[in-house]
Nanobody, 124 residues
Framework: QVQLVESGGGLVQAGGSLRLSCAAS????????MGWFRQAPGKEREFVAA????????LYADSVKGTFTISRDNAKNTVYLQMNSLKPEDAAVYYC?????????????????WGQGTQVTVSS
């Protein structure tokens, strides 16, 4: 049974930082590209970042480029999202997802497995 479990969300002041983690089980982790998405109330789920199976390639949404960093540790079956310089508009539920395709993608429907999400709240 595939499980993706996010952690690290919480309340932070604008300008602060958070590091999200997503631990995977039930999959051969390095067979999957990993992505982070977010969904704010009343909005569609949107792409944040993705990382290739080996970690040698990354992809970011324009809105987070330069402030968020995705990384992975295949020995720990974990993917991370370091979020710096957080803004109120970054507040959302953040989800990690696994994609068995080789090419990195921003498309929600391309991802095969999803976590339950972790809430990020940014106070102004």
């Amino acid at each position: 049974q595939v499980q993706l479990v996010e952690s690290g969300g919480g309340l932070v002041q604008a300008g602060g930082s958070l590091r999200l983690s997503c631990a995977a089980s039930g999959v051969t982790f390095n067979n999957y590209a990993m992505g982070w998405f977010r969904q704010a109330p009343g909005k569609e789920r949107e792409f944040v970042a993705a990382i290739s199976r080996s970690g040698d390639r990354t992809l970011y949404a324009d809105s987070v480029k330069g402030t968020f960093t995705i990384s992975r540790d295949n020995a720990k079956n974990t993917v991370y999202l370091q979020m710096n310089s957080l803004k109120p508009e970054d507040a959302a539920v953040y989800y990690c997802a696994a994609d068995r395709n080789i090419l990195l993608t921003r498309r929600v429907r391309e991802y095969d497995y999803w976590g339950q999400g972790t809430q990020v709240t940014v106070s102004s």
